[in-house]
């Protein structure tokens, strides 16, 4: 069945720094979700990629989805206090989730 | 304001206890999921309803069960039979396989 690895599992990070989380999947995706989940809270919607090949941009945050369409990266730039919180990637599906990238920032 | 209702947000469950989970959306969306979350984990699939008295068992169905009545409806059952429950369960919903929306979840703890 359809995999979704994601990495690192965890990353700290000084605030101003950047952040990656990569997902990997073991089979050719038609689309790939990204969630945000702040600690005790629930998943909540960030974007979907369709394209291959596709980036997209909200902010200080981009996503790419791979040529291949078996990857895709979520890409922070000057990180904040207020990005805390788990990165989930899911696949299509149900939602076929990745185990996430937990993310803390320090001040 | 549209979205997912789940109660309730704590549970505490005996042993050989069956509970049952609620969860509502005002959306309209015709499809709805139930996952389940363990500590430090992503989301596990349990079971899901794309129309109404219809769903399919998801990874993890085994001591779940499920019923579709209604749309706005999808409650779960943590039957006695799931041998280790404690674990946080979301339900969500979407129209067309876009942009899920979750509940706020109910954290289930056998005591």
């Known amino acids: 069945g359809q995999q979704v690895m994601q990495i690192p599992q965890y990353q700290h990070v000084q605030e101003g720094e950047d952040f990656t989380t990569y997902c990997n999947s073991s089979?050719?995706?038609?689309?790939i979700q990204w969630y945000k989940q702040r600690p005790g809270g629930h998943p909540v919607f960030l974007i979907q990629l369709v394209k291959s090949g596709e980036v997209k941009k909200q902010k200080r945050l981009t996503f790419q989805f791979g040529e291949a369409k078996k990857n895709s990266s979520l890409h922070i730039t000057a990180t904040q206090t207020t990005d805390v919180g788990t990165y989930f990637c899911a696949g299509p599906r149900q939602l076929t989730f990745g185990s996430g990238t937990q993310l803390t920032v320090l001040p | 304001d549209g979205g997912i209702t789940q109660s309730p947000k704590y549970l505490f469950r005996k042993e050989g206890q069956n509970v049952t989970l609620s969860c509502e959306q005002n959306?309209?969306?015709?499809?709805m999921y139930w996952y389940r979350q363990d500590p430090g984990q992503g989301l596990r699939l349990i079971y899901y309803?794309?129309?109404?008295?219809?769903?399919q068992k998801g990874d993890i169905a085994e001591g779940y069960s499920v019923s579709r009545e209604k749309k706005e409806s999808f409650p779960l059952t943590v039957t006695s039979a799931q041998k280790n429950p404690t674990a946080f369960y979301l339900c969500a919903s979407t129209e067309r396989d876009y942009g899920y929306t979750f509940g706020s979840g109910t954290r289930l703890t056998v005591v």
């Open positions: 089979t050719t995706l038609s689309n």
């Open positions: 959306l309209n969306h015709d499809a």
């Open positions: 309803s794309q129309i109404v008295n219809d769903f």
